[in-house]
């Protein structure tokens, strides 16, 4: 009908002052695609003709009769067409006196009759004259015979269509609708005889598709693609496209004739044309199940896709709205979204076909995770979410997607597959998608999951199998476990892993396996699943678990005990019941540790013990276990430990100030950390840890010594450090000078000017037998000066003088061994020269 847009001179404010103003911009309307407003003004039309202030004539009719077959109305398409032939209101008698020319492009015949349709003149050979005096153009007469044959095979109204193409298959110039009434009615057709050949070379069953197209043949220069969308003629017409709405026909006629496959091929050709048409995708799924159900031809790869694409159309059309409603005007029974018997008919359906496909599946021994019946539920579950979820949104549905919201992955993939713009809406929906997950809503979650290539894993959580979930990830590929402080949710299969995990776990608690359930919460927690509002559960699993364990043997085995529980609890370090239990296992260890005097041991459980239940009897525990396990450290005087002891025994009088042997303890740490300190020489530290240590000891102790400070603690603990010492050892009297002359700084201590010399004396003596006289010599700056018998310690640096002088004179260094014998007679005026050898040839003397 792309003849029918307005007479050339229309424009710049004409239109709009003729009677045919309305329709005018109805037709105008139409030709640029604006379909819904070019039936307002129709309708608008249709309301000024019911007042009397216009006539619906022939052009108004075809118009209408153009705009119901777009939309699919077949009804209304049958009955504006029909209308549209009528004499009623014509305008297209014969006018012999009219010199217009032919409307046909190179024809010079004189035009003899005006179309009532177009009001164009045309000659006998572009046009034709029915039985009622009915002008029609050829291009006017061609569409709405198309479309009148086209409905009325929709609508099963093969007589009145038949009726209507009567009075136009007489006419001697008009092939079509010859044509077209031999294929609704071949006994009515006038000149069928040319078409015999044709029918009986077919089987019955295919005539009409057969006869259809051989009538299409007849047209000259028209696109059939059109047929329904009156627009401009374009050049780029494909010849494929000629023969599109033809397709159903050909499918019916390929199905009749038991060609299952090809009729469903035809089908996706007809679908790929119009993806998100319910007619269409109806069809389709209604053809692929067929194939997969019937056809013992397809082979297995086939099946398998005439079921997947079954699946996604089916899904889309059970929770459709138009399929209901065309459903609805068809059946003439009220299909309403909140009608019962609209949910039994759809789940019974539903279940037909779930039963055929389980059938199928346990023919071919699938597993669960790859069945199909498991894909039906998932596309189920995806399309009437997804549906209900956009018809509670705002979201702004593209135009092109129609008026239906129910599509699964299995229609999304589909839809992928038609090129765009079907690919980019199906991106948008998954984009949906993911924006209503993030909202944290149950319902996006559960959509985005559905949705997920992990879809089916999604549905067998839902239904409780999660064993299949968790042996079909673990058997499928290894799971990536999350690193170690990674705080990022787990993705993909690992997700659904570690949800399967914490299902399992929770439906072992229900049947009391306890140790089964703690490892599974472990293999959750290991795959990444979050198990905060599972702690009660966890707790009680560990707790279960550990009786059962303790009471297993005749003796209470406290270690079994305690396992599962400090498993448990690094799952679930909040649940208080379970840390109770698990104090009451470490005291117990605790005190077994204690009766073998394993103190570190002893000290571990109880610290343990007292970190799950800080009450008064853990921590007198604790305190018993760390002061002993000090007080055995301190008797091997570790110096690298006494930080450690400070600090342990700190925190146990934290716990109980009053705890003696505790303070005890810690005076003795403190006191041997202040001496290591001041030979550090950090004097203000060392006082004042051993002021503390002081003030731990209660006048009156052994350890209290009234009248003194810490200098003289300081000092004669230095002294008592280094006495007695092994004066055969050279370092060890070297050391024990040092200590002695740090004491010194702080306090004289009774005697320790005599035990420097003493000390002195040997190391010199010692360092002279090894000949080592230089450094023997240079502890002439450490002698004592307040020395009650110096006599031995000045013998001593004499000898050592003296070996220096002769060692001198041996190398010929005269003046410096003169000056070691002046340093010799220094010390001891009355030493035996003798021991130089000295006589009256002596040089030296």
């Known amino acids: 009908m792309s003849h029918t847009t307005p007479n050339e001179g229309g424009g710049n404010g004409e239109t709009a002052d003729r009677p045919s103003a309305v329709f005018e911009r109805a037709v105008d309307a139409y030709a640029h695609g604006n379909f819904a407003l070019a039936v307002s003004h129709l309708r608008l039309r249709e309301r000024h003709a019911y007042a009397g202030q216009a006539v619906i004539d022939a052009g108004h009719a075809a118009l209408r009769g153009a705009l119901a077959a777009r939309a699919g109305n077949w009804t209304e398409c049958c009955d504006w067409y029909i209308r549209s032939l009528a004499a009623s209101g014509d305008i297209g008698t014969r006018s012999p006196e009219s010199t217009d020319p032919c409307h046909n492009d190179g024809c010079s015949s004189p035009a003899g009759n005006r179309c009532g349709q177009c009001t164009r003149w045309f000659c006998p050979t572009h046009g034709a004259v029915s039985k009622d005096e009915v002008s029609r153009c050829g291009p006017c007469l061609d569409v709405t015979v198309h479309n009148l044959a086209h409905a009325a095979i929709m609508t099963d109204r093969v007589e009145a269509a038949a009726e209507a193409l009567t009075p136009w298959a007489g006419t001697p110039n008009w092939a079509t609708a010859q044509a077209l009434l031999a294929c609704l009615a071949p006994e009515h057709a006038a000149g069928v005889d040319e078409q015999m050949e044709v029918l009986d070379a077919v089987a019955a069953d295919r005539h009409k598709a057969l006869v259809l197209y051989r009538a299409s043949r007849t047209l000259a220069d028209v696109d059939l693609e059109r047929l329904s969308i009156p627009l401009p003629d374009t050049e780029d017409s494909s010849p494929p496209a000629v023969r599109e709405w033809l397709r159903p026909w050909k499918a019916r006629g390929l199905r009749r004739m038991g060609r299952h496959t090809e009729a469903w091929r035809v089908r996706y050709e007809d679908w790929l044309a119009r993806p998100v048409d319910t007619t269409v995708v109806h069809a389709l799924g209604v053809e692929a199940l067929r194939v997969f159900t019937d056809d013992a031809e397809a082979d297995g790869r086939t099946r398998l896709d005439a079921a997947r694409q079954a699946i996604a159309c089916w899904a889309l059309v059970l929770y459709s709205t138009s399929y209901w409603q065309e459903l609805a005007r068809r059946s003439e029974h009220p299909w309403t979204h909140e009608d019962d018997e609209r949910k039994n008919a759809s789940d019974s359906v539903a279940e037909r076909i779930r039963q055929t496909l389980r059938d199928d599946d346990r023919a071919a021994e699938r597993p669960v995770t790859d069945s199909l019946e498991l894909a039906w539920d998932v596309e189920l579950a995806a399309a009437h979410g997804l549906a209900t979820a956009m018809a509670t949104t705002d979201f702004e549905w593209p135009v092109h997607a129609g008026s239906d919201f129910s599509f699964g992955p299995g229609f999304l993939g589909l839809l992928r597959s038609a090129g765009e713009p079907w690919a980019a809406l199906a991106e948008e929906i998954h984009g949906w998608v993911s924006a209503a997950n993030r909202t944290g809503d149950k319902t996006g979650e559960r959509l985005r999951d559905l949705m997920s290539p992990e879809g089916r894993h999604a549905m067998l959580l839902e239904t409780g199998r999660f064993d299949q979930v968790i042996a079909a990830i673990e058997a499928g590929a290894t799971v990536e476990r999350p690193a170690r402080g990674n705080t990022e949710p787990p993705s993909g299969p690992q997700r659904f892993l570690g949800a399967a995990l914490v299902a399992r776990a929770l439906d072992r608690v229900k049947s009391r396996r306890w140790s089964a359930a703690v490892r599974d919460f472990e293999d959750a927690a290991a795959a990444g699943a979050s198990l905060a509002p599972h702690e009660k559960e966890i707790g009680q699993a560990g707790v279960q678990a550990g009786h059962a364990l303790l009471g297993n043997s005749g003796a209470p085995n406290w270690q079994a005990y305690v396992g599962p529980l400090q498993r448990a609890l690094a799952l679930a370090p909040k649940d208080n019941e379970l840390k109770r239990n698990l104090a009451a296992g470490c005291v117990h260890l605790g005190n077994q540790a204690r009766r073998r005097r394993d103190w570190d041991r002893a000290r571990a459980r109880f610290s343990q013990a007292y970190e799950l239940d800080p009450s008064k009897t853990t921590a007198a525990a604790l305190n018993e276990a760390e002061t002993h396990w000090a007080e055995s450290l301190l008797k091997r005087n570790p110096s690298s430990e006494l930080v450690r002891i400070i600090t342990t ?76 010492v092994d004066v055969s050892d050279k370092d060890a009297l070297r050391n024990a000078l040092d200590v002695l002359a740090v004491a010194r700084t702080y306090d004289a201590v009774p005697g320790i000017a005599d035990e420097q010399a003493a000390f002195l004396v040997c190391l010199i003596r010692l360092l002279c037998r090894d000949e080592n006289y230089d450094e023997a ?53 009355a030493h035996p020269l003798v021991l130089f050898g000295l006589g009256e040839t002596d040089q030296l003397w």
């Open 777 to 829: 010599i240079r502890l002439v700056r450490r002698r004592p000066h307040d020395t009650k018998s110096p006599v031995e310690l000045d013998r001593a640096f004499a000898e050592a003088y003296a070996g220096r002088a002769r060692r001198r004179r041996d190398e010929g260094d005269i003046a410096a061994a003169h000056s070691d014998v002046r340093a010799v007679h220094k010390y001891d005026p």
């Open 649 to 724: 025994l700190r925190k146990a009088l934290d716990r109980d100030a009053k705890h003696q042997p505790a303070r005890k303890a810690l005076a003795t740490a403190l006191q041997e950390r202040s001496l290591d300190v001041a030979l550090t020489g950090a004097r203000t530290e060392a006082m004042a840890l051993m002021r503390e240590a002081r003030d731990l000891l209660l006048s009156g102790s052994d350890d209290w010594i009234s009248g003194w400070g810490p200098k003289d603690d300081i000092a004669n603990g230095l002294y008592e450090r280094v006495v007695p």
